[in-house]
Nanobody, 130 residues
Framework: QVQLVESGGGLVQAGGSLRLSCAAS????????MGWFRQAPGKEREFVAA????????YYADSVKGRVTISRDNAKNTVYLQMNSLKPEDTAVYYC???????????????????????WGQGTQVTVSS
């Protein structure tokens, strides 16, 4: 089992940047693929980005592509989400998630699906003012 704790959220003006971090407990962090999702008020939780076990593969939602970078440091048990050129529509609670499956087949598809992930953090609020 893994516990996830997000940090780095806050209030930022449009055009600004934030770096979210997600620290994981346990000694097997590299055995989990990781994802970031977000949920705005009144909306479904949606996929933002995902990163494979060793960090060699990443995927992004079209809405953030080119503005967001997901990365991980397996030595520090941490996954990051660097967000640049933030827009008011990026305002949401951001969640990191860990998937225990180690099957790499179709990961590019599964990693974008909320139900693929087994563990979730408590979320961190990101508010972008116009």
């Amino acid at each position: 089992q893994v516990q996830l704790v997000e940090s780095g959220g806050g209030l930022v003006q449009a055009g600004g940047s934030l770096r979210l971090s997600c620290a994981a407990s346990g000694r097997t962090f590299s055995s989990y693929s990781m994802g970031w999702f977000r949920q705005a008020p009144g909306k479904e939780r949606e996929f933002v980005a995902a990163i494979s076990w060793g960090g060699g593969s990443t995927y992004y939602a079209d809405s953030v592509k080119g503005r967001v970078t997901i990365s991980r440091d397996n030595a520090k048990n941490t996954v990051y989400l660097q967000m640049n050129s933030l827009k008011p529509e990026d305002t949401a609670v951001y969640y990191c998630a860990a998937a225990a499956s180690r099957d790499s087949r179709y990961w590019s598809v599964w990693s974008k699906i909320r139900g693929y992930y087994d563990y979730w953090g408590q979320g961190t609020q990101v508010t972008v003012s116009s």
